[in-house]
């Protein structure tokens, strides 16, 4: 994938923990296009990618940006993201999108936390349309809620609510009323911790939103419970050659110690840049990529961070 150097022009504190970059093009051209709901890679020094939301309106040409919630308890990439200053070059990937927008009568956004990023270009974005649509935001304290002026002062201020745990009731997320009503041309969006989303999809469900009205967006894997995994093989089926991966490696690692290079960049499943086809055995999947009918097909994984049930997968490489 093609690769773009980019400069922060300017680094903001945008809540507690939170602080956005605007990034343009080292050369001075125009960036790539994008749409509402995109993502790119940043390549962080030591070969490590991480995937950030564009946030701002997808129609700039010159800047792209994104925000980052400094985490310490991370694998280190918000960290390092932090300690960026304005000037600083950074190489970060096309943008992609696997959060599009889907042409809907109605559209509701649910945001947890950082989750907002997403969200926030698609509320842009249908307020450049004039759709109708509610933003429905949600963290811990107005100090941690990110954007909060700038959504003051953009055109969907009044449909844009913010909901603080740490708030009075009345403002409290009332997903019973606001999902009660099951309608045919609504679409739901929903990004955030796996809690939050989680929380949101199981009351759509129990309310009886198809899932084909509910999108989501994760930014980490979901925490796995590992003690119980164990041995097995891969096949490669262009060559025959059996690779054991044993039970404290992944298959992208077992793999490359045997030589067989798989492209890789968030390494927990959110990302799909590795998924490679399987074409016999039946997998383990612990991604946040592939919907539910996907993953019951077992013709695709992600060896990143996903394994296997049967004692063989062979796979197209
Ligand atoms: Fe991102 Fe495997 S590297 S899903």
Redesign the pocket.
């Known amino acids: 994938m093609t690769q773009i150097e980019v400069k922060v022009l300017r680094r903001t504190q945008e809540a507690e923990d939170i602080v956005s970059f605007e990034l343009a093009r080292a050369d001075g051209a125009p960036l790539p296009a994008f749409s509402a709901g995109s993502h790119i890679d940043v390549h962080l020094p030591g070969g490590v990618a991480r995937q950030y939301s564009l946030c701002n309106e997808s129609s700039a040409r010159h800047v792209y940006r994104i925000a980052v919630l400094r985490d310490p308890k991370s694998r280190g990439g918000s960290v390092v993201m932090h300690e960026l200053r304005e000037g600083h070059y950074l190489t970060i990937s096309e943008p992609r999108n696997h959060f599009p927008l889907v042409h809907a009568v109605r559209t509701l956004l649910f945001a947890g936390g950082i989750g907002v990023t997403p969200l926030l270009a698609m509320a842009q974005r249908l307020a450049a349309v004039g759709a109708d649509f509610e933003l429905h935001y949600c963290t811990r304290s107005m100090a941690k809620a990110a954007f909060m002026r700038e959504i003051a002062a953009s055109p969907f201020a009044a449909r844009t609510h913010f909901h603080f745990d740490d708030g009075a009731e009345e403002q409290k997320l009332q997903l019973a009323k606001l999902l009660a009503q099951v309608e045919p041309q609504t679409h739901l969006y929903v990004c955030g911790p796996s809690g939050f989303i989680q929380y949101v999809t199981d009351w759509a469900k129990g309310c009886g939103w198809p899932a084909g009205q509910i999108h989501v967006e994760h930014f980490a894997g979901a925490a796995q419970d590992t003690s119980g995994d164990r041995e097995f093989q891969v096949k490669v089926a262009s060559t025959g050659q059996l690779v054991t991966v044993p039970a404290d490696k992944t298959v992208v690692k077992a793999l490359a110690d045997a030589g067989f290079e798989v492209l890789?960049?968030?390494?927990?499943?959110?990302?799909?840049?590795?998924i490679t086809r399987v074409l016999e055995g039946e997998c383990d999947h612990r991604?946040m990529?592939f919907t539910d009918e996907e993953k019951s097909k077992h013709d695709q994984f992600?060896p990143?961070?996903s394994r296997a049930k049967s004692p063989v997968l062979v796979l197209d490489l």
């Not at 890789?264 to 590795?274: L, N």
């Open positions: 890789t960049s968030c390494e927990q499943g959110v990302c799909g840049t590795c991604d990529y992600t990143c961070c």
